[in-house]
Each structure stands twice: as structure tokens, then as C-alpha cells.
């Protein structure tokens, strides 16, 4: 009998949000992954403003040893932006951001600042939802954003959203990506416009490791700034999962 073999997932740069509680689990499980011949990945980088976090010490006691792992110390906002800004799509193909569930709205405000830098001297801010969408949980934040999801539980954090729901035990019959499509079509057919929705979509590519496909981010500033070429621009902009979300309106008057 021929053993079976496991396809390989390939990425060039894995970029993972903080290196705390959550960044070890997902920077562990991308180790195992690559231990078991289920990744090729070129580099990795963790991102954490404390030098000390808890991946740069595993990392001095051994760990993570088959991972091409680099450990920077940096504000989660300037890294991004020192890696995005200007950036074409085709040089971050095959690169993917690994959020932390407790970030904030990262995407959201790398758009802003890119904004910002093509029309400095327009208004650029976050606008709060006139109506929240229809999903089983939501909260507005003071800040503008808006926070969704189709759980009413708590999630564990390795969770894959498989098509079969570990906590109802029935089928996940609902995704955020189209859920959000259909609340901007709504909006806008009640006369109020909206432009989008841009998705960042983390999909669960490896052992567990939910990521956001770089290029996909890249291409987003690409529509943002088609969008305020033409006037005023309203755009729905939500980082999300099947299950959950980060929401805002990015206004550009």
C-alpha cells in the first residue's frame, strides 16, 4: 500500500499580527504545519512592539526552529505601512497577514493613511453604519467601527469554520463575505449610497492558521482611489471571516 502524501500550501512571506498569546498559537501551528510537509513558506514575520513578547522568547528557548522566522519590534500600523504603501500587486502575491482576533481595525486604517497621502487636502474618516446589519450579534464602537458576527457563542481560537458548525452541530449556512454584499445592495436601494463592500477575507489556509491574502489588500487601495477619483466616496471596508467581523465606512468627502 502507497502512503498517502499531503499537499503542500506555499506562500513566499507570512506576515503574523503580534506576538502574544495569540501570535505563538498561530507561529506553533505554522512550525507543525512545516514540520509535516503541509507548508512551504519562505519567511515569517512576527510583529510585536515588545521585544520581549512571548514569540521572541520561545524563539530563544528553541522553538520554531524549522520556521524561517524573523522577530521584528515595530507599532503594528508603521510595519504595514512600511510594507504596503506603493507596493504593486504581483510583489505581495503569494504573501498573507495572520490577524490577531483582538487587533483593531488594521486594514481599515492602512486604507485611511493611504488615502490621506493621495488627497491630503480632502477629509478622510471613519463614518459610522446609519443601520446596523441584520446578524445575530453586533456592537458600534466609539470610533466609527462597527463589530459583527453570526455567532451568539464563544468560538475557540483554533476554530476552522468547517462547512459543519463544531457548535450547533449543524450545517454553517451562513459566510460574512455575501451577508455584507447584500447589506450594501440594501442600503442602496433604500436611497442611501454606499460604495463596496471591500473584503478582507481570512480564510483558514493551514493547521488552524487563518490568513488574509496580501495582494487582495494592495488591490483594495487600487479601488479606493478609483473610487474618490470620481467625487465623493463612501465604502463599506470589513475584515472578516465566515463567522465574524470588522466593519467601517471610509468617507472621502
Known sequence: ????????????HV????????????????????EHGALAVSRVTV????????????????????????????????????????????????????PSPLMP???????????????????????????????????????????????????????????RCPATRGPRSWSMPPALAAYVSEERSSGHPLGGPIIFHCLHRVWGVGMIDADAVVLADRFVAEAGHHGEARLLIGTVSHCHGALGILHVS
Do not use: K
Request: hydrophobic residues 45%; proline residues 9%; negative net charge.
Open 1 to 12: 500500500m502507497t502512503a498517502s502524501v499531503r499537499p503542500s500550501v506555499a506562500f513566499g
Open 15 to 34: 506576515v503574523v499580527i503580534g506576538g502574544g498569546c495569540y501570535g505563538s498559537w498561530y507561529t506553533q501551528q505554522l512550525t507543525r504545519a512545516v
Open 47 to 98: 510583529i510585536d512592539r515588545d521585544p520581549n513578547c512571548l514569540v521572541a522568547q520561545r524563539q530563544s528557548a528553541g522553538a520554531y526552529a524549522m520556521l524561517p522566522l524573523v522577530v521584528e519590534t515595530a507599532e503594528w500600523h508603521a510595519w504595514l505601512a512600511a510594507w504596503l504603501d506603493d507596493a504593486e500587486p504581483d510583489e505581495r502575491a503569494g504573501d498573507a497577514i495572520v
Open 105 to 163: 481595525h488594521l486594514l481599515l486604517d492602512w486604507l485611511m493613511h493611504g488615502a490621506r497621502r493621495r488627497w491630503p487636502a480632502r477629509s478622510v474618516a471613519v463614518e459610522p453604519l446609519r443601520a446596523p446589519p441584520p446578524m445575530p450579534w453586533e456592537r458600534a464602537a466609539p470610533d466609527g467601527r462597527h463589530y459583527v458576527s453570526f455567532a451568539e457563542w464563544m468560538c475557540p481560537v483554533n476554530c476552522i469554520e468547517p462547512a
